[in-house]
């Protein structure tokens, strides 16, 4: 506490005399007690009495501050010795309504831990002020900056008086360096921290219109109505039957003992079985249940819910919450939202029965994915819906063209292989399939396959998917065979194509390879013959990552990107060959020296933190920068087809708010990093 306010607390001096105490202060040099004792203004023992008590203050406060660490995590972890020397080097400090902190842009100087009262953590973007959150007591903030030695990236500004324990750059560094517990601490903050800035600042649309971004942060839990009915297996129909009509014709859920799902009962099954079978209304509600259901966790997303209803083709979930059923989520809900749209694109696709109207379904996939980027969705998310709508239209003109080629000689699979294998389908997708099938005495059987394909290839291409340039299809022959020629061919290509470093650019789509229609169990024994091979061939996987490993990250020595010099592309980058490839291709090698059979970039991802590869913090980092490559990819193909030009992987940095730049910077800083997990974990030479 300030001298003066003891002195007046004390009944030394009044509120005239602080005044002019101040005054006095502001106007000369000279410690305050000293001036106040030379005018007379008070005695030598109320001046000893004050000091005496201020002292007593600041020797509580250090035992306040020493007691107050020892609740806040990490501190509570530390010895009482370094947690003491730690509190001695930091200062209360109180700080008004309405005080900015911290201005965003600033040079850190200090770091904060809230022991009273509130703040707002904001954006301030060309004076759009975009709010990340409020912080209280325990929360700590400013320790970026001085970690990272860059501007401030948000502003602090207090809420209600607020007081907060503060630590200086050199006494905060110093006990990061002497006490290694708060690198792991900071790291999962800064990780967490950087994932809701993400949300926040990837929903900006530049170019393309305003972004309503609600859904991306709207959970299932949110979306499940309130009033939900429940019934056990033993109850009759008739029983069931009065709580679909209490519940507004909504589905009622059969649970176990324990509140697990077992089955769900609607108006159809009790009509159907009533009426049309003659069932008595006394029979227990088991034997008329459907069984067949889908569930998803209440902590997930809208578009979470609407992928699955799409992957499994229908239109009720039921939401759980640690197995125990909470709601069911029905088509009607998707209504009052955009999901609806998609779900009876998805009908429309698979009941076509021309070309003609898969073609005019095509283009109706691109304005979903512009209706999913508006609203919010995740790039992920938004992909994974694409990939479902384009895997439907691809089995509907299979189909088709199975319809007219007559029955099919033997088991087969078709494959998607690059970004369609991975589910990662943007607007720049072309073909990437082939074609694997069982051998057959039938000297017929591989003409009819060769048929199909070309069949099969032409009408993609007349629905709008563009022949593969490099001439991954099924009608090229590398790319065609029965199951033991495609065993020969990986055989080749692991132990003889790769040694000679060539067709290494067919290698990486191949390991991409899953089954979009037909028998998964050819999908199956091939990556099972090709794990094999690259346990056996332990040069292939090094071969491959040598190049990726040595792309070097667009930044140059300030931080700022690196772009195109010259020619068509002057003054942009390539996010895909920059960022996404080095990305993507590190993680598939990673996932297939784990023998990971997934194929998706972020269910690889979570499989390798299993392995223990990653960390689950450095995982959710790579996921982040992998979203932040496809969303502002996706923007900005959406952005070339709104100005009239041919969507491109090139982006202008300069369109990009401050923020947003910085949120680029870090997901090249991610890739770098990946690339050294590769360059050690595939024990590879370092040729930079």
């Known amino acids: 506490m300030e001298l003066e306010s003891i002195l007046l607390k004390l009944g030394h001096i009044d509120e005239e005399g602080l005044r002019r105490a101040r005054e006095m202060k502001n106007a000369r040099e000279g410690d305050l007690g000293d001036l106040l004792l030379a005018h007379g203004m008070i005695s030598d023992g ?72 509130l703040v707002r953590v904001y954006l301030d973007e060309d004076g759009k002020e975009t709010v990340l959150g409020f912080l209280g007591e325990g929360d700590c903030f400013g320790e970026m900056s001085l970690l990272n030695k860059e501007p401030t990236n948000a502003t602090i500004q207090v809420v209600e008086q607020t007081l907060t324990l503060r630590q200086g750059e050199e006494r905060f560094l110093e006990m990061m360096h002497t006490n290694p517990v708060f690198y792991k601490f900071f790291n999962q903050l800064f990780t967490k921290r950087m994932k809701r800035i993400y949300r926040e600042l990837l929903s900006e649309n530049p170019g393309i219109g305003q972004v309503e971004p609600f859904l991306f942060r709207k959970q299932i839990s949110e979306i499940v109505p309130s009033y939900q009915q429940f019934c056990g297996a033993e109850e009759t129909v008739q029983e069931v039957a009065l709580k679909i009509l209490d519940g507004d014709s909504r589905p009622v859920i059969v649970v176990d003992s324990d509140a697990r799902p077992k089955g769900v009962v609607g108006t159809n099954q009790i009509l159907r079985s009533v009426i049309l079978e003659g069932m008595a209304p006394d029979q227990q509600v088991n034997v008329i249940m459907d069984r067949n259901f889908h569930t998803i966790d209440i902590n997930s997303f809208f578009f979470d819910a609407l992928h699955e209803m799409v992957k499994h083709k229908t239109d009720r979930l039921i939401a759980v919450d640690r197995e125990r059923a909470v709601g069911i989520m029905t088509g009607l ?11 009876s694109l998805l009908r429309n696709l698979e009941t076509a029965s021309t070309m003609g109207e898969l073609n005019l379904l095509r283009a109706e996939i691109e304005k979903v994915l512009r209706a999913l980027v508006s609203d919010g969705a995740l790039a992920s998310q938004a992909c994974r819906i694409v990939s479902e709508l384009n895997d439907r239209m691809v089995r509907r003109v299979i189909q088709l063209t199975e319809e007219a080629k007559g029955s099919i000689p033997c088991p087969y699979a078709w494959l998607g292989l690059g970004s369609e294998g991975r589910k990662e389908q943007t607007l720049l997708t072309d073909q990437d399939n082939a074609i694997i099938f069982l051998d057959s005495s039938d000297g017929d059987t591989p003409a009819y396959f060769s048929s199909l394909s070309a069949s099969v290839v032409n009408s993609l291409a007349e629905c709008g998917l563009p022949l593969c340039k490099g001439g991954i299809m099924a009608t090229n022959p590398k790319y065609f065979g ?25 290698l990486y789509v191949v390991l991409d390879f899953r089954t979009t229609h037909g028998d998964h169990r050819l999908e199956t024994e091939l990556k099972s013959h090709m794990s094999t091979l690259i346990r056996e ?3 292939f996987l090094k071969i491959l990552a040598q190049n990726i490993v040595d792309i070097p990250i667009p930044l140059g020595f300030f931080k700022d990107f690196i772009v ?28 297939w020296s784990k023998d990971i059979f997934e194929v998706n970039t972020l269910e690889r991802l979570r499989a390798l933190t299993r392995t223990g590869i990653f960390s689950s913090d450095n995982a959710e980092f790579l996921e982040q920068a992998f979203e932040t490559f496809l969303t502002l990819r996706i923007r900005n193909n959406l952005n070339d087809i709104e100005q009239g030009r041919e969507p491109t992987n090139y982006l202008d940095p300069a369109v990009l708010s401050t923020r947003q730049k910085q949120l680029l910077k870090e997901s090249f800083h991610a890739v770098s990093q990946l690339q050294k997990t590769t360059r050690e974990a595939l024990k590879l030479q370092n040729r930079m």
């Open 564 to 591: 195109e010099k010259s020619g068509k592309y002057k003054n942009r980058l390539n996010l895909k060959n920059y960022g996404l490839v080095p990305l993507v291709t590190c993680v598939k090698l990673l996932a």
């Open 46 to 117: 109320a001046l000893q009495e004050a000091l005496q008590v201020q002292k007593s203050l600041e020797d509580g406060e250090k035992e306040d501050k020493q007691a107050f660490l020892t609740g806040i995590v990490p501190f509570n972890s530390l010895h009482s010795a370094d947690l003491r020397a730690i509190a001695e080097g930091m200062d209360w400090v109180r700080h008004r309504s309405g005080e900015t902190i911290i201005k965003q842009g600033s040079k850190g100087t200090y770091f904060y831990i809230v022991k009273t009262g």
């Open 333 to 343: 809900d998707m209504l009052r939202f955009r999901g609806r749209e998609v779900l």
């Open 537 to 539: 061939n332990g040069y």
């Open 482 to 506: 029965t199951l033991d020629e495609w065993k020969r061919r990986a055989a080749y290509w692991i132990t003889t194509a790769v040694r000679q470093e060539t067709n290494l650019s067919d």
